[in-house]
């Protein structure tokens, strides 16, 4: 069981300040036993502020540091210590989503809403650790999606939040767009997740026989508590899970996809991060080469994606992926089969 400050913050800490004091904690605990001026060129300040950071460590946050003479540098004496998370409520949880709301329908062509979208992106840097926002979609889904997104009321993804800190088991009537039914269950949310303006709680699913699940929040038709606590699965690990698939798409065996993009569509692919496992490599006539790891539930997705580009991507690997591809293209050009194509358009 991981050790914290006793005491929350007691007074307000700069978003730059808190950040360097969380990497002079994040080295120390590395045992590479930095002293201050390996800590310095670290968070890009002089000794003297790094000086007066280890001091609040000690003095404020009751950080277990001690300076090691044969090493030369500085450890923890607490291996188990941990920087106090920071405290917020669920009213300013509420104030949070019901912001990235508003600010998702909203252009960001002003400077205003430009500001805005980043003070949110700084704020998300502070909520709990069973809350996890997706960043990057983040800055761009506010007037960017792709499509639009299944809204989710606040005070649900508040409720969500509150229940993945607290461990708390909770029972929701969920509607399920595959079976397109209500089912009662219970879940215990383990991480807040969310994807492209869209928010999931990934969870432990009672019904599916302890199951770890990704329910779309705005799905979630109901909620109320158990009076119950969990803990979660043993190995559990939030960054893994969400690898395994494409979006919000996983399950089955694991496969590996392969992907080439002709010369046109090449420089947009080369300046893109698609999958957290992608490997780019350079092909012949200026293409380029893309493979990643997903799961076989998550191919269907990757279809999709992959549709958007035409002619101007394929898909190499798996069988299984062609397959959908030539199934896809082919029900859509049968759909444009009586047009008349005299002018050869």
């Given at each position: 069981m991981?050790?914290?400050?006793s005491l929350s ?8 300040a808190?950040?360097r004091?969380?990497r002079i904690?994040?080295e ?11 800590l310095?060129?670290?968070v890009?300040r ?6 007066r950071d280890?001091a609040?460590l ?5 950080a277990?540091i001690?300076?090691d003479?044969r090493?030369?540098?500085?450890h923890f004496t607490d291996?188990?210590w941990?920087f106090?998370?920071v405290?917020i409520?669920e ?6 989503f019901?912001a990235e709301?508003?600010?998702r329908?909203i ?8 500001l805005?979208r980043?003070?949110i992106?700084?704020l998300?840097?502070?909520l ?6 997706d ?14 997104a299944l809204d ?6 508040s409720r969500l939040?509150a ?7 909770l029972r929701v009537?969920y509607?399920?767009?595959h079976r397109?039914a209500?089912?009662?269950r219970?879940?215990?949310v383990?991480k807040l ?5 869209e928010?999931y709680a ?5 019904l ?6 990704d329910?779309?929040a ?7 508590a158990t009076?119950r606590t969990?803990?979660p699965?043993?190995?559990?690990n939030?960054?893994?899970h969400?690898?395994r ?5 996983r399950?089955g065996e694991?496969?590996t996809?392969e992907i ?8 947009y692919a080369?300046e ?10 350079e092909?012949?006539?200026g ?6 790891d997903?799961t ?9 994606w992959?549709m958007?580009?035409g002619e101007?991507?394929i898909?190499i690997?798996?069988?299984k992926?062609?397959?959908?591809m030539k199934?896809?293209l082919?029900a859509?050009t049968?759909l ?5 194509d005299?002018?050869?358009e």
């Amino acid at each position: 069981m991981s050790k914290q400050a006793s005491l929350s913050p007691p007074r307000r800490v700069h978003m730059h300040a808190l950040a360097r004091l969380l990497r002079i904690c994040d080295e120390i605990r590395r045992g590479r036993y930095p002293n201050k001026r390996r800590l310095a060129e670290i968070v890009e300040r002089d000794i003297r502020t790094v000086q007066r950071d280890l001091a609040e460590l000690t003095n404020v946050y009751d950080a277990p540091i001690e300076f090691d003479r044969r090493q030369n540098g500085f450890h923890f004496t607490d291996p188990d210590w941990r920087f106090p998370a920071v405290a917020i409520t669920e009213g300013e949880l509420v104030a949070f989503f019901t912001a990235e709301r508003m600010l998702r329908r909203i252009d960001a062509g002003t400077v205003e809403i430009r500001l805005a979208r980043e003070a949110i992106r700084k704020l998300a840097a502070l909520l709990p650790e069973e809350v996890v926002v997706d960043l990057a979609a983040l800055g761009e889904a506010i007037s960017f999606a792709p499509e639009p997104a299944l809204d989710a009321a606040p005070e649900v993804l508040s409720r969500l939040a509150a229940a993945a800190a607290r461990r708390e088991t909770l029972r929701v009537l969920y509607y399920s767009q595959h079976r397109g039914a209500e089912t009662e269950r219970e879940i215990d949310v383990l991480k807040l997740h969310q994807w492209l303006g869209e928010w999931y709680a990934i969870s432990r699913d009672h019904l599916s026989g302890g199951e770890v699940r990704d329910f779309h929040a705005g799905r979630i038709r109901k909620l109320e508590a158990t009076g119950r606590t969990f803990e979660p699965p043993e190995g559990w690990n939030a960054e893994e899970h969400l690898k395994r698939g494409f979006g919000m798409f996983r399950g089955g065996e694991p496969v590996t996809v392969e992907i080439e993009f002709d010369a046109q569509q090449a420089p947009y692919a080369r300046e893109r991060q698609f999958h957290p496992t992608q490997q780019r490599r350079e092909l012949e006539g200026g293409r380029v080469g893309l493979t990643f790891d997903v799961t076989e539930a998550a191919l269907v997705q990757v279809a999709r994606w992959l549709m958007q580009y035409g002619e101007h991507a394929i898909a190499i690997t798996p069988p299984k992926l062609r397959r959908m591809m030539k199934r896809q293209l082919t029900a859509a050009t049968a759909l444009y089969a009586d047009d008349d194509d005299e002018n050869g358009e």
